[in-house]
């Protein structure tokens, strides 16, 4: 390049530049561009003022006119409109509206603070109307990358006629392209591109987005166009300037006309060589004036060599020439070229280039599509975007080109066959008219505009996109599984498919093998034999298909449309495929040039079929001459090749060429002739040709049937798709080494299964999931059906389920699952996905062919059967039809196989291992990881089996597994549940396909079995709308299924879909057809379903689709069918209240339903009739509606976390499995979440218990230091507030931000009631307390008065004493002596006057009670003196106290239910004898009676004697419990209390023998009166001392005898007033503060405890499981019993032993510190009352009753001090040495108080046990009436929850047996009710009750919740076991026959039934 810059002339204003000038330039253009921004604005500015060349002043800035400022750069830009995005955010051009110079770019200024003018003139309007007249400093020509080469060619050469040849000086070239692109591969492809071109300067070149955002771009864009100016003589292109071009270009245009142009391919070369010299020289134009020497002296510098690589480089010959030819000079070299070779070079040149641009057009063009259209071709779209739920799909208004590839995916996959054409929206009025409406650009008046044949419009204007390109860009930008998708719904669609696709990037020929691998096409063929047509049904993947494939090709440009003919073809009423006339079709089309679709023709088996078998019909689009690849490879793959063509005539020699081979071929031949109207003609066999001209498209189209018709008929050759993998030439995308990968690990299970039998398959290869999985659900079935012994029948079916599972685990080692297995551990991903496809191909290629034989043979054989029902009689052959129909229907069922068949054998396996903790077996694939491998493929999109279909079980254990493993990967996600349900074959599975994009597993030709589900994520677009993360989709088998019959289907329906309807938040009802009969089946089904939900306290929503509506746009019509409707379902919501025993009267009592809003029409599915119909548009739309709906209603539900739905499931499917859902249906998260809030309820109440008992004490203390005489509620409810208001809010915050507050919310009222009723009962307990405090210290009142006075004599007598006996003071003895002397007459002295109170004599008060009541007294003192009494309530059968009278006459009365019930099976034998009736009718009397014959006369049999020691145990409790209500302590005894309790005790008597068939003898009255007297005695004798020791002087005084003595010895030793003083003050203290440190300590013991023991810090549940924890490891039979009989009275002592146990051994340490603590307290608040009295008497100067008063007052609240009286020590005067006496006195008791023992706690008010006792056993004690198990709700009155616990017993424990036998029943209650057994509610009825219906017994059995359970607590079975003689002792019946123990409970072991209560509690 160096020579070239020596000799040759510089460009520009035509003068020549030496060396030196040349290479100061260089550096100056080095120096500027190297400039920053200042410089740069400073050189611009400076331009502006001289300029250099000529020498020319212009004005300075500073001298503008300030009217008009000019700018100091105007540039215009030029180019495509294409090559640049216009916007908001453009920093160069920021809008499209038209600019003059005085408008300046407001982002360049900010950016650069300069005034530039930039005027648009993109796709070069007006360029007339540039205004040069103020000067242009640059032209920036806007190319688009890839089209840059074309595009600058054309724009220079328009505006060098526009502007002549020195403006190119001014043009600074800009290729632009996308974001996304590499700037240095885009710059640098684009650079070498434009240096062919002589024009061309690289110094003028840049490179920048297509946005032209980047701030650096365009300054870096400025910087060269202020280098341009600089360096251009001239720095503005003017008018002038122009007007100069013109002329001279005019000249130059003639001169080239009249020369010749000759030369040698050595001089072409040259030219070659000049014209690379020159692309980097100013003025390359002038250089072309060299002469021929100069240019042959350049030439021979180079190297042969670099000639020849010179020669290759050259592409753009076309282009020299036109530069060279327009160039001065440019004919003079011309002129040496020889013609011939000039000739020669420009063909090879201009194919070159031809080639090129159009590679470079098409790719520009791809480009610009994918951009339009917002898609990038190196990201490829995948199922998974589209599987989301994003926005709703946009209405033609408002969708934009970016909008249409998702609008066209959403709507394929809604088989909405309009996706085809989209209209998008204009962005303005003028732009929507403007591509049918054009405006010219001519003037007024020119005629000659209005006679061209063009139309000068403006070229910048967008075109529409054609609508196939649209598809076939989305199809490239699609990864291989969205592919498949897309050609499966453009299948269903009844579309054209690629079938040969030209790569948009490689320009490679590829078939899209891979994406026609899940259509299955189904037809009929028809063949004639024997003069009969035979009809035969095939259906089979579309790949395996054999058919006939007929070829259409397009040879030149015909008027004609091939595409519409084709479709006439095949079905003339749908466009198969897209043709000129279709809506959205366009001139342009960039993407479907060579691209050949293929369609196929399914008839149908009738009489008006165009064709009697499958065909294939292929459609190559574009010229087929330019298209010759795909053109070769159809003719040879075609059974037929048809051929328009626009003429036929020799002539044309390309097209006579292709038409000759192909008449030359063997392959039949149809030549359509568009120029001639001649008939079609046979020219030789299979060789046709036919005229269009002047013939109608249906003569056309019916000629050509009966043409290829009569073709096909004699062929034998047929076309397979698969077939397309071995032809050479293309590329199949099978061959992807991912797919071959999948496609290899599919075929090793292929290999396994392709030569056997299919019905043999499952049998073989999947074992676990036949026989024996059937045979295990059947099992597991039965148990909740079991008669007679069912414990022992349960035991039995469980080991078979055990011995089931190990046989599954024996046989789970197949070949197939291994392999399976182990492909999805060690593949990949995206190798998973090709390995499922394939493997799901391959299984329904392999079962399609027997499918279709098995259903010609049914359809056949259903025919025979119907035919024969028409004749209305039951013949022998009918029945022989029929059970012929039932085979092949069994057939069927075991010739069903697919994907999920493995899936399922998967689930058993695991099953299988988990319930046997089985480990791996040899050569086995890990059981534990197949719950990971289903996790990962449902959250892929894969849809999972819920419930299988054919055994009709849902497999918990191995579906919680799978959610528990998409739990750990996914988070415990919100997910909204819509399932579907609806009749078989309605098109459920369809429509939610159609709806979400999703692909239900379904078995090649089957319906959906069972039930599945799949998850679908919100998008993040719209996820703010929702409150969940995922919809989970259920799809279910149809209800009304033809494979079950009579009962089993309705037992079926009911439970499918309760299970179903149970399960979703949303559940879509879908009606198929007009039917009122099977809507009417379907509809009572449902409304049971709601029914049952509405019970169990679940409300799922629904939504009514009638499907199959002839016309939904009628709306009256609608209306009426949803007035129908709804009174429909009243009608059924009436029928199924009754079955349900349920009060309602119209469906929305049952679930909230609006008819206007929640029922849908939908059209029919198919636009006709298939096998050929398209899906309905109606239809789609419908469904895209439905969706909208759907997706609202689901905005105002936060759906259930995965976790729930978990459990949900189990819950269900439990307690579907009993007949009696409602009353067997376990929420295991509500329960789980209620128990939480019972143990937070448990909280809440011990926080204001504990803060209760604190003010308690406190005003406790208050009252008996005299302080306080009344306690107000106000003031209660005052000191509560804080505690009460702080618990409310943490419930509010408990109840609202709890994760379970959809559920919490039912119970929140409930408890808050519960908690407000709580504080006040505590207000009220704690009120009524005290007031008892202030009413005994009332009573007290007359002995406290007298206090003072007592102690002031008693101390004046002491002193005196004292005074008398000093000199004796050490001789402790006389001392002594003395006080004892003259104490008790002291005492007398002063209670002369006073009564004293006697004690009880209960011994004479008793007697004389009973005398009253006419009791003889012999018969009192014999019990008395026996002792007899003591034993009333455990004698074992009450002989003695019974008389011999039987009340026959009370058989009549109405008997009273007994605590034990008898049971037995509900059959009877109906052919009884009258000695039998005579049995019967003698055990039914000895029953009633009570006696047993067996026994002596008077034993009863042992249900009574446990009712009459009920009865005893009662009376006693409720005896002392109305005792303990006396005021015995307060006001004293009085004998009429016992008068009460016997009257009392004499009336529940009288009432319970008037209920039995019995009487009682005196005796027993008078024993019952003893025991209860007795029971009392304890108590009322500690009432009455308490009573005497607060009211009687005498007791008082004695009590104070040490004390005084104590005194008198001080004053004795002659101590001081102050030093005997305080020894009596400490005295009261060491009494008072033992008093509070123990109340104090049992508080504080408690609350300790509270949190601690683990059986105090929960609910109910865990103090029960404790107990029972407590009792097995006691192992006594008598605490047992005593638990079973009285639960409280054994919780109640538990809680003792456990607060003993705490306190006196484990926590010793800890409780002593406790006790300590409070002793340090107290001593801390007696020191500071000395100092504070002490200080205060001290400053104010006051005496000892001052003194008294202040110690006292400060200690007021928390030590009841006694009265200390001061009158005798008012002579103390020094108070700190009082102080100090005190304090000795009080390390005293501190050290005596530390060594306090516990136990001294029971001697006061408050103990811990009790404390935790009240806390703890204020709870439901209601129980079981079936096994005595008590209720575990922490609340005692639950209404109107009904009673329940998660454990009971058998019914041993309580005693129960089977009447008339002494066979004790072993029975669990929760077995029973889910057996067919029954029982008598108690031993007089006369009727059993069957179990499951056990609510129906009355009252007791009604407010009980037994859930049918079929696990058994291991405790109860190990106790049974373990107590089994005890039991048998204690209630008189024997562990036999029926009543036998199973065998499997004697494995239990102490550990296991201990462990299983862990298990059982577990929440």
């Known amino acids: ?89 453009n920093i160069l051009l920021e809008h499209d509206e038209p600019t003059n110079v005085e408008h300046f770019s407001s982002k360049l200024y900010d950016l650069c603070g300069r005034h530039i003018s930039v005027i648009n003139r993109l796709g070069f309007p007006n360029l007339d109307r540039i205004p040069l007249n103020q000067g242009i400093h640059a032209f920036v020509l806007l190319l688009p990358n890839g089209l840059h080469v074309n595009h600058y060619h054309s724009a220079v050469q328009k505006l060098k006629k526009a502007f002549g040849k020195d403006f190119l000086s001014y043009v600074m070239t800009i290729v632009t392209h996308n974001d996304s692109y590499k700037l240095d591969e885009t710059c640098g492809s684009a650079l070498e591109d434009l240096k062919d071109f002589s024009s061309f300067n690289e110094q003028r070149f840049h490179t920048c987005r297509r946005s032209m955002t980047d701030a650096t771009e365009i300054i870096d864009l400025l910087e060269k166009v202020d280098v341009m100016v600089s360096e251009n003589d001239h720095h503005c292109y003017t008018t002038l300037m122009c007007d100069g071009n013109k002329e001279q270009k005019e000249q130059l245009e003639q001169k080239l006309c009249k020369e010749e142009t000759a030369g040698t391919v050595e001089e072409m070369e040259n030219i070659v060589q000049i014209k690379n010299n020159v692309l980097n020289e100013w003025g390359g134009a002038e250089h072309l004036e060299k002469t021929d020497d100069n240019i042959r002296g350049q030439s021979e510098i180079k190297s042969p060599t670099e000639t020849e690589e010179k020669a290759e480089e050259v592409e753009h010959s076309a282009e020299i020439k036109c530069n060279v030819l327009n160039e001065p000079g440019g004919a003079e070299h011309s002129e040496k070229t020889d013609d011939n070779i000039r000739q020669e070079s420009e063909i090879k040149f201009s194919s070159e280039t031809e080639e090129k641009e159009k590679n470079n057009r098409m790719k520009y063009e791809m480009e610009t599509l994918f951009r339009r259209l917002d898609l990038q071709y190196q990201q490829k779209l995948s199922p998974e975007e589209l599987l989301e739920i994003g926005p709703s799909v946009k209405q033609s208004p408002d969708i934009s080109e970016k909008d249409l590839a998702n609008i066209f995916l959403q709507k394929l996959m809604m088989l909405d066959y309009k996706a085809r054409y989209i209209p998008v929206r204009q962005d303005s009025l003028d732009a929507r008219h403007s591509q049918s409406v054009l405006v010219s650009e001519s003037d007024d008046n020119d005629l000659d505009a209005l006679y061209s044949t063009t139309v000068d419009a403006d070229l910048s204007k967008q075109t529409n996109m054609h609508p196939m390109d649209v598809q076939m860009a989305v199809f490239h930008c699609s990864d291989s599984f969205l592919k498949q998708n897309m050609i499966t719904k453009l299948s269903q669609c009844q579309y054209a498919l690629p079938f040969l696709v030209p790569n948009p990037d490689t320009a490679a020929i590829e078939c899209p093998l891979w994406t026609f691998r899940q259509i299955i096409k189904t037809w009929k063929t028809t063949q004639v034999k024997d003069n009969s047509k035979l009809v035969t049904m095939k259906s089979m993947p579309i790949c395996n298909a054999e058919t006939h494939m007929v070829s259409f090709f397009r040879l030149g440009s015909l008027s004609e449309s091939k595409s519409q003919l084709m479709n006439s073809l095949i079905n003339d009423r749908h466009n198969t495929f897209f043709h000129r006339n279709c809506p959205g079709s366009t001139k342009s089309r960039h993407l479907m040039d060579g691209v050949a679709e293929i369609a196929w023709y399914c008839p149908a088996g009738k009489p008006n079929d165009s064709f009697t078998d499958c065909i294939a019909f292929c459609n190559l689009h574009g010229d087929a001459l330019m298209i010759e690849t795909q053109t070769k490879i159809l003719t040879e793959t075609s059974s037929v090749n048809v051929v328009l063509v626009p003429t036929l005539e020799k002539s044309h020699k390309s097209q006579a060429t292709v038409i000759s081979d192909l008449y030359k071929s063997q392959k039949p031949l149809i030549i359509l002739i568009a120029d001639n109207d001649c008939d079609a003609v046979q020219m030789k066999p299979g060789k046709y040709k036919m005229g269009l001209k002047d013939r109608s498209q249906s003569d056309v189209s019916e000629s050509l049937k009966g043409i290829i018709g009569k073709i096909l008929s004699g062929l034998q050759t047929s076309f397979q798709l698969k077939s397309m993998a071995n032809v050479s030439g293309i590329r199949v995308d099978e061959d992807d080494p991912v797919c071959r990968k999948g496609e290899k690990a599919a075929m090793e299970i292929f290999n396994l299964i392709q030569r056997m039998n299919v019905s043999k398959i499952k049998d073989t290869f999947l074992p676990c999931q036949g026989q024996l999985w059937h045979q295990w659900a059947r099992i597991k079935k039965e148990l909740y059906h ?97 059970e012929e129909l039932e085979k092949i229907s069994k057939k069927l069922q075991s010739a069903t196989f697919g994907l999920e068949h493995i899936f399922r054998e998967m689930g058993q396996i695991y099953e299988a291992h988990q319930a046997l903790k089985k480990p791996p077996n040899s050569g086995q694939t890990n059981w534990s990881k197949y719950p990971k491998l289903a996790a990962d493929l449902m959250i892929s999109g894969r849809p999972m089996e819920l419930m299988d279909g054919d055994a009709g079980h849902v497999p918990l254990m191995w579906i919680s597994s799978v959610l ?39 078995s090649a030709g089957r319906c959906t079995k069972g039930a599945f589900m799949q998850l679908v994520k919100v998008s993040d677009e719209i996820k703010k709308d929702f409150r969940f993360d995922y919809v989970l989709v259920v799809d279910t088998e149809g209800l009304r299924a033809l494979e079950l019959a009579g009962d089993a289907t309705l037992h079926h329906d009911n439970a499918l879909a309760t299970f179903v309807v149970g399960l979703g938040n949303m559940t879509l009802i879908n009606i198929f057809g007009e039917n009122p009969a099977e809507m009417q089946d379907v509809l009572q089904i449902v409304v049971q379903a709601f029914m049952r939900m509405k019970k169990v306290k679940l409300s799922p929503s629904c939504v009514f689709v009638h499907q199959n509506v002839t016309d939904i746009g009628a709306a009256e019509k609608n209306m009426d069918g949803k007035r129908r409707l709804q009174e429909k379902l009243d009608q059924m919501v009436q029928q199924a209240a009754k079955e349900e025993v349920y009060d309602a009267e119209c469906f929305s009592d049952v679930i909230a339903f609006d008819v206007q809003q929640d029922v849908k029409y939908f059209a029919q599915l198919w636009e006709g009739s298939p096998p050929m119909a398209p899906p309905n548009p109606g239809y789609s739309e419908s469904v895209q509606e439905l969706k909208r709906m759907i997706l609202t209603k689901a905005s105002q539900s936060a759906g259930i976390t995965l976790s729930h739905f978990k459990s949900k499931i189990q819950d269900l499917w439990n307690a579907l499995m009993n007949e009696q859902f409602v009353f067997s249906f376990k929420n295991t998260l509500e329960i789980a979440a209620y128990r939480k809030l019972e143990v937070q309820y448990g909280n ?41 208001e702080k618990i409310k809010k943490d419930m509010s915050s408990h109840f609202e931000d709890n994760r379970d507050k959809d559920m919490l919310v039912q119970w929140r009222g409930r408890f808050e009631i519960k908690m407000k009723e709580f504080h006040e009962e505590q207000l009220k307990e704690v009120k009524r307390k005290l007031d008892e405090v202030i009413q005994q210290k009332k009573a007290c009142k007359k002995l406290d008065d007298k206090k003072p006075e007592f102690e002031n004599k008693l101390l004046q007598k002491s002193k005196e004493l004292a005074h008398q006996l000093k000199d004796k003071a050490k001789d402790e003895e006389e001392l002594q002596k003395q006080f004892n002397s003259v104490w008790t007459d002291w005492v007398n002295e002063l209670t002369e006057d006073i009564k004293p109170i006697k004690d009880i004599n209960l011994e004479e008060d008793k007697m004389f009670i009973l005398q009253e009541l006419g009791i003889e007294w012999s018969l009192i003192d014999e019990s008395n003196s026996s002792r007899r009494y003591k034993n009333v309530s455990e004698v074992e059968n009450y002989p003695f106290y019974l008389t011999k009278i039987m009340k026959n006459q009370d058989l009549c009365n109405k008997s009273r239910q007994s605590e034990e019930n ?39 049999k042992y249900e009574e004697p446990l009712c009459i020691r009920s009865f005893i145990n009662d009376v006693k409790q409720e005896s002392v419990d109305a005792f303990r209500k006396k005021p015995i302590a307060t006001k004293g005894y009085s004998p009429t209390y016992l008068q009460e309790v016997a009257k009392n005790v004499q009336e529940k008597l009288t009432v319970f023998e008037s209920e039995r068939n019995y009487s009682f003898k005196k005796e027993f009255i008078v024993d019952i009166l003893l025991y209860v007297v007795e029971g009392l005695g304890s108590w009322l004798l500690d009432s009455h001392q308490t009573f005497k020791k607060n009211n009687d002087a005498l007791t008082y005084l004695n009590n104070k005898k040490t004390h005084y003595y104590n005194v008198f010895r001080s004053f004795c030793k002659g101590n001081s007033s102050a030093v005997v003083f305080g020894e009596m003050i400490c005295d009261k203290l060491k009494v008072s503060t033992v008093e509070a440190v123990c109340n104090k300590t049992a508080i504080d013991l408690a609350k300790d405890m509270r949190c601690s023991i683990p059986a105090f810090s929960g609910n109910r549940l865990d103090l029960e499981k404790h107990v029972l924890k407590s009792l097995a490891q006691k192992n006594d039979f008598d605490d047992f019993i005593n638990y079973i009989r009285h639960p409280r009275r054994q919780v109640e002592a538990f809680i003792k032993a456990e607060v003993k146990k705490y306190i006196f051994k484990k926590h010793k340490g800890k409780a002593q510190n406790i006790l300590k603590k409070n002793v340090d307290d107290i001593s801390q608040l007696v020191r500071q009352a000395l100092f504070k009295a002490t200080t205060k008497v001290k400053t104010q100067g006051g005496d000892t009753e001052m003194w008294v008063k202040e110690f006292s007052s400060f200690l007021k609240d928390e030590l009841p001090l006694d009265t200390i009286c001061c009158q005798n020590f008012s002579d103390i005067n020094n108070f700190d040495f009082l102080k100090e006496e005190i304090e000795k006195g009080l390390v005293n008791i501190i050290e005596e108080m530390n060594h306090l023992s516990l136990d001294k706690m029971k001697e006061f008010r408050l103990r811990p046990d009790q404390i935790l006792i009240d806390q703890l056993c204020k709870c439901c004690w209601v129980k079981c009436p079936f096994c005595a198990a008590v209720c575990t709700n922490t609340l005692e009155n639950h209404s109107p929850d009904d009673h329940s616990v998660p454990f009971h017993r058998s019914g041993a424990i309580k005693g129960r047996h089977y ?9 669990f209650c929760t077995t029973n009710v889910a057996s067919d057994n029954s029982f008598y509610p108690d031993h007089t009825s006369e009727y059993s009750i069957p179990h499951k219906q056990y609510r129906k017994a009355g009252p007791r059995f009604a407010n009980w919740r037994i859930t049918p359970d079929e696990s058994k607590l291991k405790y109860w079975t190990w106790f049974v076991c373990r107590f089994q003689k005890d039991l048998e002792d204690h209630y008189g019946y024997k562990f036999k026959g029926k009543g036998k123990i199973p065998s499997e409970w004697k494995t239990h072991t102490k550990e296991e039934a201990i462990k299983s209560l862990d298990e059982m509690f577990k929440l």
């Open 1 to 89: 390049m160096e020579v070239s810059n020596d000799n040759i002339e510089g460009g520009g204003g035509g003068e020549s530049e030496t060396k030196c000038e040349t290479d100061n330039k260089v550096q100056s253009e080095e120096s500027t561009s190297n400039n920053k921004l200042g410089s740069m604005n400073d050189e611009a500015q400076h331009s502006e003022t001289k300029d250099t060349t000529t020498g020319e002043e212009t004005k300075s800035a500073s001298t503008e006119n300030k009217d008009k400022m000019e700018p100091e750069l105007t540039l215009v830009l030029i180019g495509d409109t294409n090559s640049i995005e216009i916007g908001p955010k």
């Open 786 to 882: 079991l008669k007679g012994n069912v414990e022992e029948e349960k035991s039995q079916k469980n080991q078979q389920l055990m011995k089931i599972r190990e046989d599954q685990c024996s046989v789970s080692c197949s070949e197939l699952m291994k392999s399976f297995t182990e492909s999805l551990i060690s593949l990949s991903s995206q190798e998973i996905e090709y390995f499922l496809k394939w493997t799901q191909i391959l299984i329904d290629a392999l079962s399609t062919d027997d499918l279709s034989s098995i259903l010609q043979s049914y359809d056949e054989k259903w025919s025979e059967v119907l035919d024969l029902k028409k004749k209305h009689q039951k013949s022998p052959l009918l029945v022989g039809k029929q």
């Open 964 to 1002: 528990e493993e998409v739990i750990k990967k996914l988070g415990d996600q919100r997910v909204f549940v819509l399932s579907v349900l609806g009749v078989q074959s309605s098109g459920k599975s369809t429509m939610l396909n159609a709806m979400f994009g999703l692909q239900f597993a379904v």
């Open 1244 to 1284: 809440w109440t011990w926080d204001l218990r504990s803060s209760m008992l604190t003010i308690e004490n406190q005003l406790y203390t208050r009252i008996e230091n005299g302080k306080l005489d009344k306690v107000d509620h106000t003031y209660l409810l005052k000191e509560m507030s804080k505690t009460y």
């Open 1462 to 1500: 008898e049971h037995e099976p509900r059959t009877h034998t109906s052919n009884n004898t009258v000695v039998n009736m005579f049995k019967v009718g003698f055990n039914y009397i000895k029953n009633k009676v009570g006696f047993d014959s067996t026994k002596q006369q008077n034993a009863l």
């Open 1859 to 1867: 009447r008339h036998t002494d066979i004790m029943s072993v029975d």
